[in-house]
């Protein structure tokens, strides 16, 4: 399901954020993670990490629902990108009083909370990528065992231009399979992908579904790589990324963790039979991960 609360920050014009908080509440006793889901998902992603009790004893968990995703809306805009995502993830966190915080993020989640990161450097103070890239679709990745989503997924966004209202609309199962296939591997069951698809279906329907679906397509396909730019990164990174992650495998996460020249300190870890929604897939690993970061350098 997407997230039951939400708050509005300025950016764009106005956007309604669908966000999840431990207990509700911002306790400033404890360091806080802020966790940005992959495409299509919502901040039910993270179950496993808000169901761990040694988790949450230890930091306040903030999932915040990308644009495009789950209950975030924009009042006006309707075009945006992963910068844009980073900022309003910033203006979330002044809203409810966080100054500082680690940064996880899944798949399309990676490249947003390096965004933040690059942003507001003096208020991030780790990251966690997850089954992710830090390049744009380019041939070089593709070389290196990627996927080619611009040829895979442009004709779904064709399919979902319309000049006129689409009233009917609703995401089709097709799209829903493969949202669960690609991002659960052989962890995709069938109460998995029944809840993916029924959440997918309920966020994505009528004519606003259909253009909040197109654009955060849209978002993917288009999206700058940071190569360049990861040197910038000053905080400690944590890399984590599955054996049996489909759309990036693990080439390039070996081959771009060197790029973070100026991090504390900035390392990789390939998780045995790991699939692309690590957190989800692979709990144990990511949790553990997550409380070394925020025990390391969240005092």
């Known amino acids: ?35 940005l889901n992959s495409m299509c998902m919502t901040v039910s992603l993270y179950d496993p990490q ?49 100054e500082k915080a680690f940064a996880l993020g899944t798949s399309q989640g990676g490249w947003m909370v390096v965004r933040m990161a690059l942003l507001a450097p003096e208020r991030i103070l780790g990251l966690l990528p997850l089954g992710t890239s830090m390049d744009y679709e380019s041939t070089d990745s593709r070389t290196k065992g990627c996927w080619d989503p611009v040829t895979l997924l442009t004709p779904f966004l064709e399919k979902w231009s319309s000049p006129t209202p689409t009233p009917d609309f609703i995401v089709d199962d ?7 296939g690609i991002g659960f591997g052989k962890n995709a069951t069938e109460e998995t992908v029944g809840f993916w698809k029924r959440t997918l279906q309920e966020v994505y329907k009528g004519d606003e579904g259909r253009k909040k679906v197109r654009m955060a397509l849209m978002c993917l396909l288009t999206r700058d790589g940071l190569l ?63 409380l070394a970061m925020v025990q390391k350098y969240g005092a």
């Open 174 to 180: 097709i799209w829903c399979g493969m949202v669960g």
């Open 228 to 290: 360049l730019r990861l040197g910038d990164v000053k905080c400690p990174v944590y890399w984590l990324q599955g054996t049996e992650d489909t759309p990036f495998q693990t080439t390039v996460a070996g081959e771009q963790i060197l790029r973070f020249t100026g991090s504390e300190e900035a390392k990789l870890e390939l998780v045995a039979e790991g699939a692309h929604y690590l957190n989800a897939t692979n709990a144990r690993e990511v949790n553990a991960a997550v």
């Open 50 to 98: 808000f169901n761990d009790e040694t988790l949450t004893n230890a930091a306040n968990l903030l999932a915040i629902e990308p644009l495009g995703h789950g209950a975030t809306h924009c009042h006006v805009a309707e075009h945006f990108t992963y910068w844009d995502t980073a900022i309003m993830a910033l203006q979330t966190m002044d809203k409810l009083g966080i």
């Open 1 to 35: 399901m997407a997230a039951t609360t939400t708050l509005t920050v300025p950016h764009l014009g106005g956007i309604d954020v669908g966000y999840r908080l431990t207990n509700n509440r911002y306790d400033p006793t404890k360091p806080t993670v802020v966790l």
